[in-house]
């Protein structure tokens, strides 16, 4: 892969983990084991009103499903970042042919090629 492009998607995807970190750092805290996990803050309750406390769990649940995406969104880029340091980024992991640049634009953290996906 051309270094010019690559070097573009490796800043493309620092950027996009850090915007995910903060993301997630918003709403969940980070676990510490198991590496890149993050948990959605339960809502503490201090004595509030009932329909309050009903809203902040309402809202636990909700964050829930957003959680998840994000954590994988951001796993995969972590997955991305360490196949650029090792130099074999932009394979598919299925049929090990290169993923199109296009494609690498668009989702520079893709696993795989458009057929495999
Ligand atoms: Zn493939």
Redesign the pocket.
């Known amino acids: 892969m051309n270094k010019k492009i690559l070097s573009q998607l490796k800043g493309k995807l620092e950027k996009g983990k850090k915007t995910l970190e903060k993301e997630l750092s918003s709403f969940a805290k980070k676990d510490i084991k198991p590496k890149g996990d993050w948990d959605t803050r339960y809502p503490k309750f201090n004595g509030g009103k009932l329909d309050e406390e009903a809203q902040e769990v309402e809202k636990y649940i909700s964050l829930l499903p957003v959680e998840h995406t994000l954590e994988l969104r951001l796993r995969d880029m972590n997955i991305a970042l360490e196949k650029i340091k090792k130099g074999k980024y932009g394979i ?1 992991e ?4 290169k ?1 199109s640049i296009e494609r690498l634009k668009i989702c520079p953290e893709a696993r ?2 458009k ?2 996906q």
Not at 94 to 97: L, P, T
């Open positions: 598919c299925k049929c090990r042919k993923i795989f090629c057929k495999c």
